[in-house]
């Protein structure tokens, strides 16, 4: 399995980044997705928004409350894609953004759930 993060890059506060996960390697429709990611410092990486298939074309996602109303996680089982849209950024959302995927459909917001990880994507918002 494959998991590969693009997107991140440098932008002022208030600035807004788009962040791709390409996954590859299997069929992952039913599974649970996930963003994290770990700030400077940080000995874990943090739970930021997470996505399930729930029929159809329609998904269910829940969010961190840091990041409620400003991020958006989206996925494209055609295009084996999951995305964050990451709007009215902060110098808090400075980090390392990985993308995950859980062997299983159920949502988590544990980082030790999730089995396949990318190697992540910076993210840095000035002031």
């Known amino acids: 399995v494959l998991v590969e993060e693009s997107g991140g890059g440098l932008v002022q506060a208030g600035g807004s980044l788009r962040l791709s996960c390409e996954y590859s390697?299997?069929?992952?429709?039913?599974?649970?997705m996930g963003w994290f990611r770990q700030a400077p410092g940080k000995e874990r990486p943090e739970f930021v928004a997470?996505?399930?298939?729930?029929?159809?074309?329609?998904?269910?996602?829940d969010y961190a409350d840091s990041v409620k109303g400003r991020f958006t996680i989206s996925r494209d089982s055609a295009q084996n894609t999951l995305n964050l849209q990451m709007n009215s950024l902060k110098p808090e959302d400075t980090a390392v953004y990985y993308c995950?995927?859980?062997?299983?459909?159920?949502?988590?917001?544990?980082?030790?759930?999730?089995?396949?990880w990318g190697q992540g994507t910076q993210v840095t918002v000035s002031e």
């Open positions: 390697g299997r069929t992952f429709t039913r599974a649970a």
């Open positions: 995950a995927i859980r062997d299983d459909e159920t949502m988590s917001t544990m980082p030790s759930q999730f089995e396949y």
């Open positions: 997470n996505n399930k298939w729930i029929g159809g074309s329609t998904y269910y996602s």
